[in-house]
T-cell receptor, first 115, second 111 residues
Framework: GAGVSQSPSNKVTEKGKDVELRCDPISGHTALYWYRQSLGQGLEFLIYFQGNSAPDKSGLPSDRFSAERTGGSVSTLTIQRTQQEDSAVYLC?????????????FGSGTRLTVV | QKEVEQNSGPLSVPEGAIASLNCTYSDRGSQSFFWYRQYSGKSPELIMSIYSNGDKEDGRFTAQLNKASQYVSLLIRDSQPSDSATYLCAVKVDSNYQLIWGAGTKLIIKP
């Protein structure tokens, strides 16, 4: 696609439920990143994919968070047993070259609200 | 630890004036530098990139890089209310697979 696509754009869920967030990167972008941004805060790194592999999962806040990427394309971030502190905007970004020359292109994000 | 520092602001600038945003970084291996603009409730968008010392101009925007002093700046000429946003500085270190992000500077352009 022309840009990075994320779905859903908004998600309201009850505490304790599982949620899946989807990211469809720009075609050909091998690097994919997930970030979290709480209101008024900076970008919090979650996980990095190169192709289908995740060399760095160090940013995942707890074992309730997991992510996968298939076919070197679409990625899914899953949050199990959601908590209120999980409420944030989840941003996906992709890059042709891990950002060296072209930086990242971000999707429009998924706003997650846990009630 | 690799760090990118920005003044959080808010930086208030009158309409039509020059807005100057600054960013310092700690790793001398940094090779690529980016400025992103983030409007409230939106995702970051890339507005400038710079790789070598000196100035790079694009319309009303000028990025300045000084590797010896380890800082990068963004100048916005003829500031408009639509420039009001948070500006994020991001740095790519040669040995790293990801950009290192500053926390952002909130810019307010007053009509």
């Amino acid at each position: 696609g022309a840009g990075v696509s994320q779905s859903p754009s908004n998600k309201v869920t009850e505490k304790g439920k599982d949620v899946e967030l989807r990211c469809d990167p720009i075609s050909g972008h091998t690097a994919l990143y997930w970030y979290r941004q709480s209101l008024g805060q900076g970008l919090e790194f979650l996980i990095y994919f190169q192709g289908n592999s995740a060399p760095d999962k160090s940013g995942l806040p707890s074992d309730r968070f997991s992510a996968e990427r298939t076919g070197g394309s679409v990625s899914t971030l899953t949050i199990q047993r959601t908590q209120q502190e999980d409420s944030a905007v989840y941003l996906c970004a992709s890059s042709l070259d891990t950002g060296t020359l072209y930086g990242y292109t971000f999707g429009s994000g998924t706003r997650l609200t846990v009630v | 630890q690799k760090e990118v520092e920005q003044n959080s602001g808010p930086l208030s600038v009158p309409e039509g004036a020059i807005a100057s945003l600054n960013c310092t970084y700690s790793d001398r291996g940094s090779q690529s530098f980016f400025w992103y603009r983030q409007y409230s409730g939106k995702s970051p968008e890339l507005i400038m990139s710079i790789y070598s010392n000196g100035d790079k101009e694009d319309g009303r925007f000028t990025a300045q890089l000084n590797k010896a002093s380890q800082y990068v700046s963004l100048l916005i000429r003829d500031s408009q209310p639509s420039d009001s946003a948070t500006y994020l500085c991001a740095v790519k270190v040669d040995s790293n697979y990801q950009l290192i992000w500053g926390a952002g500077t909130k810019l307010i352009i007053k009509p």
